[in-house]
């Protein structure tokens, strides 16, 4: 069952989030309230910290899904390193909902459109990070099996 890509995929996007997720809120505070946002320096750290994270974690997933004998890897690196925007997205939820005061139509859809866009965004960065760290990986432990 943990080998399952219905099952891996989410997996795989829960520790990046949880990298990020504390500095979330002063990115959407800064952003959506209006606030001012000083610590650069802090966020290019945590954006370090969620590159390291996302290919380790899709590591793992490609060796779980390899070792399941599933040697379709490619998509299931995309997919688990871009699961973490999804989790991003649910937090925007929650923010939306318990942290602003927006109401009315057209700032509901201005919200969800630009983190709908910003998750996208996430999704194809994280993910061309997880195909990328998870290639060099494929190519380091299949590289000396020989066929005779």
Not at 25 to 32: E, K, R, S
Not at 52 to 75: D, G, H, M, P, R
Not at 78 to 99: C, D, E, M, N, P
Request: hydrophobic letters at 55%; a positive charge; aromatic letters at 28%.
């Amino acid at each position: 069952w943990y080998t399952s890509p219905l099952f891996v995929i989410p997996a795989a996007g829960v520790l990046p989030f949880g990298s990020i997720f504390i500095e979330m809120y002063f990115i959407f505070t800064a952003f959506w309230s209006y606030k001012f946002y000083y610590v650069y320096g802090f966020m290019l750290l945590v954006y370090t910290i969620l590159t390291l994270v996302t290919i380790c974690t899709t590591i793992v997933a490609v060796y779980f899904i390899l070792n399941a004998e599933n040697y379709n890897w490619q998509w299931i690196a995309l997919g688990s390193a871009g699961s973490t925007s999804f989790y991003v997205f649910l937090y925007s939820i929650f923010y939306f909902y318990y942290k602003t005061q927006m109401s009315g139509l057209l700032q509901v859809a201005y919200y969800f459109g630009y983190m709908a866009l910003f998750c996208i965004g996430l999704f194809f960065m994280c993910g061309a990070l997880g195909v990328w760290g998870a290639n060099i990986f494929v190519h380091k432990i299949y590289r000396n099996v020989k066929i005779d």
